[in-house]
């Protein structure tokens, strides 16, 4: 699909890639409303089948590959420029936790009332988008991708709260990952996982090492590293901030840990970003 450079946003209706933006994958956050037929693709080498009713966010720059399409498919979908998104971002916090939700569940399962929000949330940004003449366009559209992200995560906050329930009554090794993607970001002792589980951190190792060849203090550590990663890349934070939103002693002791995960001081981390 041709598209001037300066498109951020881009709506259409379609039943095939034939109008994705080439550049679809580095370039945007991709989201897709599935409205009759299904969608298959590999998402981060996962295989996930998407039907009719539900949601499919993905993330700009994470590897979605082997797109294949049902006879009767047709979607909305909406490109968003990841520059113009990430931008605008209304909350740190949220934006990690939606970030880890969409690259482990890229389809979402919305209720019928958040059908209908989905679609004119797609049609107020891109109708936004194209008001250029408006004397404060930029203004304008800034606030309209807030609002947009508010209402999407809003969306999100819905899926959670079902996979929490539906795990609460999952194995150990289920409530232990869903404890990890809730707490990593402040909690990073096996003890304080086993705890919530009321078995001991050796027990919880056996359990994770069993189900992955992984130990739960290795999952955690990856989990962590992610959130990390996203926050040094938020340049309104900065390292100390950080260090104590993630719930370190001092700054010299998150300094330490970032080393252990990412090979790189902090500053270092973001010389480079």
């Not at 037929?37 to 082997?66: M, P, R, T």
């Not at 993630?246 to 252990?260: C, H, I, P």
């Amino acid at each position: 699909m041709n598209m001037s450079e300066n498109q951020k946003v881009i709506l259409y209706k379609t039943g095939s890639t034939a109008q994705f933006p080439e550049d679809f994958q580095t370039r945007f956050h991709t989201h897709i409303y599935c409205q009759s037929g299904s969608i298959k693709f590999v998402f981060n080498g996962k295989h996930y089948h998407c039907k009719k009713g539900e949601f499919i966010f993905w993330l700009a720059g994470l590897d979605v590959a082997d797109l294949s399409f049902s006879m009767n498919f047709k979607a909305t979908l909406l490109f968003v420029d990841s520059d113009l998104l990430n931008a605008n971002l209304p909350s740190a916090n949220a934006s990690i936790d939606s970030y880890i939700h969409s690259k482990e569940n890229p389809i979402l399962h919305p209720e019928k009332k958040d059908k209908e929000r989905i679609l004119k949330n797609f049609q107020l940004l891109y109708d936004k988008s194209r008001e250029t003449d408006h004397r404060f366009f930029e203004e304008g559209l800034k606030l309209q991708m807030q609002l947009f992200i508010l209402e999407m995560w809003h969306i999100f906050e819905d899926e959670l709260d079902r996979r929490k329930r539906s795990m609460q009554s999952g194995t150990l090794y289920e409530r232990f990952m869903q404890l990890v993607q809730e707490h990593c970001i402040r909690e990073r002792e096996v003890r304080f996982y086993s705890d919530k589980l009321n078995i001991t951190p050796k027990y919880l190792n056996y359990i994770c090492k069993a189900n992955t060849r992984i130990t739960a203090s290795e999952w955690i550590q990856r989990y962590a590293k992610e959130r990390i990663v996203l926050l040094l890349k938020n340049k309104n934070l900065n390292i100390s901030e950080i260090a104590d939103e993630m719930n370190f002693s001092s700054r010299s002791f998150f300094t330490r840990y970032v080393k252990k995960c990412l090979g790189v001081t902090p500053k270092e981390y973001r010389e480079r970003v």
